[in-house]
């Protein structure tokens, strides 16, 4: 059973940078797509950016791209999201998800993912 556990959330002003780390046991993250997904308060969860499996494309929401980038860390087992230029529609918590992937590709779709993380506070403030 893959277990997720996200680290690096915490309290930044506007304009400032987080990275938040997914790692995982029971499994190597390298055979799964990964995504980060966010809910801000009152609003439905929603997918931000996802990688494929291994060497996998990396996708992102409109919203981030430019200012977010996604990784596997393949040294430490984990897949991060660098967060810069933060803005306040940024807050909120963020979870990483996966799936097995069999192909290379991934999607930002939470229907997709079969595992999840507890999700770790992001807080924005000007």
């Known amino acids: 059973q893959l277990v997720l556990v996200e680290s690096g959330g915490g309290s930044m002003e506007t304009g400032g940078s987080l990275r938040l780390s997914c790692a995982a046991s029971g499994g190597d993250l390298t055979s799964y797509a990964i995504g980060w997904f966010r809910q801000a308060p009152g609003k439905r969860r929603e997918g931000i950016s996802c990688?494929?499996?291994?060497?996998?494309?990396?996708k992102y929401i409109d919203s981030v791209k430019g200012r977010f980038s996604i990784s596997r860390d393949n040294t430490k087992g984990t897949v991060d999201l660098q967060m810069n230029v933060l803005n306040t529609e940024d807050a909120g918590i963020y979870y990483c998800?996966?799936?097995?992937?069999?192909?290379?590709?991934?999607?930002?779709?939470?229907?997709?993912?079969?595992?999840w993380g507890q999700g770790t506070q992001v807080t924005v403030f000007s």
């Open positions: 990688i494929g499996r291994g060497d996998g494309p990396s």
């Open positions: 998800a996966a799936y097995f992937g069999s192909v290379s590709t991934c999607y930002v779709s939470e229907d997709w993912y079969d595992y």
